[in-house]
């Protein structure tokens, strides 16, 4: 039987799925529920300094092809998100964790990296450089300058595993300048990708939630080519010592056989979860070892990164 097992830095993982952030993780029921699922583990819903209510509803919408949401960062606050991984974490035999956050200004990230340095969860922490859906505050990853000045006042004081969450990149010349800057870092993974941001769905002549005139992001099959590329550019760019996480488009193990192909090292799962819930987990695992399986492949290692050209 093929194995689906990974690590991230140090941290190992009896299967390479999880869910993507935003997706079954704003409360401790929904976390259990991944917890208790075939998924490897699972990532926290962004977490603020504050806890937030977000944006008016409707704010998601499933489509067709995928999603669209404007969910505007509703989460409990970071520390609620902090002391269940730091519970779990105390607990044997428990998975291993990624803690998510954003601050509404960098000052705000700062203070809130600087409680989770001091605090004593030993887990993953992820920071989401890529929110696409609060009024008036531009995703700060699609700024190489403010994203290069964030990491070199983090790295300052924060001695933890660290990785971003990054929006997609549509141009080769920005994929070059954003490995640039992560590479002056240690960063222990970057996550490609979060949605595309302000996309626009329409039905019977009007948009499908509320929120920026129904402006949100977009998830799902649209994304996937997308997802794919930028996986795989910063797998030819970064320091080996970086991993990427792949996210974007990812409903059948063809999905998670792709990205892992492209580089990733560890798959997640949005808008397919959303639509299907917590067993999409056991699915998509038997589906990526049915296809490992049949083409020989016993492990990740077998054929990641290893995405072939036409000569
Ligand atoms: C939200 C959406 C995102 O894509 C993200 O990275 C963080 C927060 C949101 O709208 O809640």
Same mark, same amino acid.
């Given at each position: ?63 067709a ?61 992820e920071?989401?450089l ?79 939630i ?17 997802a ?12 080996? #010592?970086?991993?990427? @996480? %792949? *996210?974007?488009?990812?409903?059948? =193990?063809?999905?998670? /056989? &792709?990205? !892992?192909?492209?580089?990733? #090292?560890?798959?997640? @799962? %949005? *808008?397919?979860?959303?639509?299907? =819930?917590?067993?999409? /987990? &056991?699915? !998509? ?23 072939n050209?036409?000569?």
């Amino acid at each position: 039987m093929p194995s689906t097992a990974t690590t991230i830095g140090n941290f190992a993982f009896d299967n390479c799925l999880m869910n993507a952030a935003g997706v079954y993780c704003m409360t401790r029921e929904e976390l259990d529920a991944i917890e208790q699922s075939a998924a490897g583990s699972f990532v926290t819903k962004t977490g603020t300094l504050e806890e937030r209510a977000g944006n008016p509803e409707p704010r998601y919408a499933d489509t067709a092809l995928g999603s669209i949401n404007s969910m505007g960062l509703p989460n409990m606050g970071f520390q609620y998100y902090l002391d269940y991984v730091t519970e779990l974490q105390n607990q044997p035999n428990s998975k291993n964790h990624f803690l998510s956050l954003v601050g509404m200004s960098p000052e705000e990230t700062h203070t809130i990296l600087k409680e989770i340095e001091a605090s004593s969860y030993q887990g993953l922490v992820e920071l989401n450089l890529s929110c696409p859906n609060v009024p008036g505050k531009p995703q700060i990853a699609y700024d190489f300058e403010t994203t290069d000045q964030i990491l070199a006042e983090v790295f300052s004081y924060f001695t933890k595993p660290l990785g971003v969450k990054l929006p997609p990149y549509f141009d080769i010349v920005h994929f070059d300048q954003a490995a640039a800057v992560f590479n002056k870092y240690p960063l222990v993974f970057v996550n490609c990708i979060n949605s595309i941001g302000n996309g626009l769905v329409i039905e019977d002549e009007k948009v499908v939630i509320k929120p920026k005139n129904g402006f949100g992001g977009i998830g799902g099959d649209y994304v996937k080519p997308t997802a794919l590329a930028n996986v795989h550019a910063f797998y030819q760019r970064l320091n080996p #010592s970086i991993q990427i @996480i %792949g *996210t974007g488009g990812v409903k059948s =193990g063809r999905d998670a /056989f &792709e990205h !892992i192909l492209c580089g990733a #090292s560890m798959v997640q @799962i %949005g *808008t397919a979860l959303h639509q299907e =819930g917590p067993q999409v /987990f &056991e699915r !998509i695992t038997k589906e990526l070892k049915d296809i490992m399986a049949s083409k020989g492949y016993n492990s990740l290692e077998d054929f990641r990164g290893k995405l072939n050209y036409i000569d």
